[in-house]
Each structure stands twice: as C-alpha cells, then as structure tokens.
Nanobody, 116 residues
Framework: QVQLVESGGGLVQPGGSLRLSCAAS????????MGWYRQAPGKQRELVAT???????NYADSVKGRFTISRDNAKNTMYLQMNSLKPEDTAVYYC??????????WGQGTQVTVSS
C-alpha cells in the first residue's frame, strides 16, 4: 500500500501552465508504473499519462505535445507539466500507482480549472 498526495492544482487562464506533483510514501514494492487520470464533471475518469519505473511514457491523444509526465525515483515523486492549457482540461486530476500484485492506489485528487 502506498499513500499518494497530489499538489499543484489551481486556476489558470487558457494558454497558461501548471505543474502537478504526486508524492508517494509507504511501501512501493511491486509498483511498476504511475500515472495521472482526470475526471471532469459529468464525465468518466480518463487516462492522461502514465510512466513506468523504466521511464516509458504514454499519453492520451488530447494532451500529446502539451503535457509532459516525469518522475524522480529518488524522491518517489511524479510530475505532470501542463502547458497550453485549454478549458476542456478542467477536471480533478488524480495520481495513480499500479502494482504487479494488488489493486491500484489513488490519491485524493487536485482541482485544475482553466478559465478566463
């Protein structure tokens, strides 16, 4: 079981940038990937980006070229750099950890609002 704490959300104007952080604590044994998901009001939670322990990344088509996922293994922290933000990026962003054995772990979420 790992505890995930997100930070960095907020209100930003269209075209602006934000950087989200996710700090992991506890047992990370068996964790093979981390990721960001988001959920907008009235919509299902969707994948934003994932990164494996080896550094392989995967992005949703809607964020390719605008968002960058990264991780600092020494600090057990994952980041999501979000540039050229659009109103449709408005959502609660959740940190996710995936394990070879057992269920995914989730953070509590951080609100990102893109509005003028």
């Amino acid at each position: 079981q790992v505890q995930l704490v997100e930070s960095g959300g907020g209100l930003v104007q269209p075209g602006g940038s934000l950087r989200l952080s996710c700090a992991a604590s506890g047992s990370i044994f068996g964790m093979y990937a981390m990721g960001w998901y988001r959920q907008a009001p009235g919509k299902q939670r969707e994948l934003v980006a994932t990164i494996t322990t080896g550094g392989n990344t995967n992005y949703a088509d809607s964020v390719k070229g605008r968002f960058t996922i990264s991780r600092d293994n020494a600090k057990n922290t994952m980041y999501l750099q979000m540039n050229s933000l659009k109103p449709e990026d408005t959502a609660v962003y959740y940190c996710n950890a995936k394990f070879y054995y057992g269920a995914d772990n989730w953070g509590q979420g951080t609100q990102v609002t893109v509005s003028s």
